[in-house]
């Protein structure tokens, strides 16, 4: 259950105000820690040629350069260093039901934070990153590029961009993601997955990047308090007003039933996959879930 947020659009001084707000606050957490968690996850996927060197003793004699070896009179070999530059993409959900928070931030807001983070941590890695947003399709879509103005205008473009629809379709944003965004790459998928039918262009996306999924969440759809009074809501996305009764115990229990069966969906589906997803809710700080993602991911790699 989603309550729509009428939303306004925002005047260019306030968007700048908030966009100089948030690279404060995610410029202080990427240059103490996200910055360094980010390098330690996310590999070059090649090699590269970096210089010669004299040969010494244990050294591999298949890494000898017979070119220079013979031009010199004695051997040398190749050194080669991993291929940095990474792209990474971030996918953001705009629909309707982004446009909710009960406590705290809106989703929308918690994805503007969470992007910047990413945004920024790439940008101190020298990587490229680019911006894709999608309601029922795709509504905005900047190629990745390097450098702090980019980035800046990625923030601002999430802050600013007013969804021309309130629906959602995950598959529409990842079948254009699959056609446009080919070589491998880091995908940052941000929603709060309350969608159906996107498995197989997900996998697709799954096998082709190294895809990270952030579920958004909110503390009031995870539980309404149980008090004698009715709730006139109306679903940001399909614009229906219904009232509920809060003190209706099947209310409740059918609320609970279909929250499980979509953790359940999504969990099985993540787990198919490899991935691991990291939750996010706009009553708690947004970072913190996603620097213990990366701890932990940094951890699994050392062993």
Known sequence: MTEETQTQTLPTSEILRQVRRIEIITGRLVAETF??????????????????????????????????????????????????????????????????????????????????????????????????????GVELHIPPRKG????????RE????????????LSACLDTLNR????????????????EGYE?????AAKRHD???VVLEDPLEEKIPAIAALLEAKDAETGRTRVYDLSSKNFHDSLSAAREKRKKFTKKLFNSLGLEAITVRGDRPVADPVVNF????????KR
């Open 35 to 136: 910055a360094g968690e980010y390098l330690s996850v996310f590999k070059g996927h090649g090699i590269e040629f970096n210089e010669v060197r004299e040969y010494s003793a244990g050294d591999d004699v298949r890494s000898i350069d017979w070119n220079v070896t013979a031009r010199l009179g004695k051997p040398f070999i190749k050194r080669y260093a991993e291929e940095r530059e990474l792209t990474l993409m971030l996918a953001c959900d705009i629909s309707g039901s982004q446009r909710f928070g009960s406590r705290g931030k809106f989703k929308s807001e918690a994805a503007a934070e969470l992007s910047a983070l990413f945004a920024f941590a790439a940008l101190t890695n020298n990587d490229k990153v680019g911006l894709t947003l999608f309601s029922d």
């Open 200 to 204: 197989r262009p997900f996998a697709i």
């Open 148 to 155: 702090k103005t980019h980035a800046l205008r990625l923030i």
């Open 211 to 213: 895809l990270i999924p």
């Open 180 to 195: 446009v965004f080919r070589k491998r790459g880091i995908l940052v998928f941000i929603s709060d997955f309350l969608a």
């Open 158 to 169: 999430l802050l600013a961009h007013k969804p021309k629809s309130k629906g959602t379709n």
């Open 294 to 301: 990366f701890r932990a991911r940094s951890r699994r790699f």
